[in-house]
Structures are given as structure tokens and as C-alpha cells.
């Protein structure tokens, strides 16, 4: 509800809606690196702020990356599959607010230009929750953990 004092004779008040939740999404910049020299290798970034942990967040975000090829034979968002070959080599991950959230290097199978190839970058978030728990005790026992996917983004390389 909201008060409108300038509005229609007599209807001051707004109507009551609700709304569903909506998670925002993470800020985040992925960026790529290429070394003329090295054809078959790429270095990938990933940054933007993270969180502390809590209780209900135990661990830190996992930041997931996967290397696809295009299939000629398919239509062009169809025909993305697992590119057999290549390697991502995670670097390392940063703590609370610090900057890159996460680095690694892609090495691909043949080198860049021959094959159309993309970086799938996925971020998941764990967390604790309670099912339907009746009492405090028994909401004690029934924590259990469960994932979510919070950012995810494609870049053709």
C-alpha cells in the first residue's frame, strides 16, 4: 500500500500488490586475455564482489568453467558441445571483496580461428536450508545443504 496525496478525489491510497522474490543477479566482469604467441591458450578472468561467509552461506562461491566447440552441422545455439581436448586450469580464487574473483587459463585443442570455441563460465552459490520443519529441534536436525546457479555468461573466444 502507498499513500498518494495527489491522485484521483478519494483514492489516496493505492491498491496492495504483491510480489515475488527476485534474486539480483551478481556483478560480474569476465574478461579474456590473448597471447599472440600462444595460439592454443587463453587466459580467462572473472571479477566482481563476493560475500563473507556465514551460517547461512558456508562456502564461498563456486565458479565453474567449461570449454565447447560449435557443431557445423546445427543450428548455431543448438550445436554447442563439450570440446573434446581442451583443458581449463583454474588458478586461484580470491577471498571477501577482492578482485579477480577468479583466474585460470583455457588451452585449447587447435588453435584459435581454426574452430569456433567458447568459455561457458557458471557461478554457484550453496546454502542451508530447513524443509518444513515443525518444531526448533527438529529444524536443528533437518538442515541440509542445497546449490543454486547465481551468474552464468558465454564467451566465444
Not at 28 to 40: V, W
Amino acid at each position: 500500500m502507498r499513500f498518494q496525496p495527489i491522485s484521483v478525489t478519494n483514492a489516496h491510497i493505492s491498491r496492495v500488490v504483491l510480489a515475488d522474490f527476485a534474486q539480483l543477479a551478481p556483478d560480474r566482469t569476465a574478461s579474456l586475455t590473448f597471447d599472440p604467441r600462444r595460439r592454443k591458450e587463453v587466459q580467462l578472468s572473472v571479477c566482481g564482489p563476493t560475500y563473507q561467509r556465514s551460517e547461512a552461506v558456508p562456502q564461498p562461491p563456486d565458479l565453474r568453467v567449461r570449454v565447447e566447440t560449435l557443431r557445423p552441422d546445427v543450428p548455431e545455439e543448438l550445436g554447442w558441445v563439450p570440446a573434446e581436448g581442451a583443458e581449463v586450469e583454474p588458478g586461484r580464487g580470491r577471498g571477501r571483496g577482492e578482485r579477480p574473483l577468479w583466474t585460470g587459463k583455457i588451452k585449447l585443442p587447435v588453435d584459435r580461428g581454426t574452430q569456433r570455441f567458447r568459455a561457458v563460465i557458471e557461478e554457484h552459490e550453496e546454502y542451508l536450508y530447513q524443509p518444513g520443519a515443525p518444531t526448533a529441534v527438529r529444524a536443528m536436525r533437518a538442515t541440509r545443504r542445497a546449490s543454486r546457479l547465481v551468474y552464468a555468461h558465454a564467451l566465444e573466444l
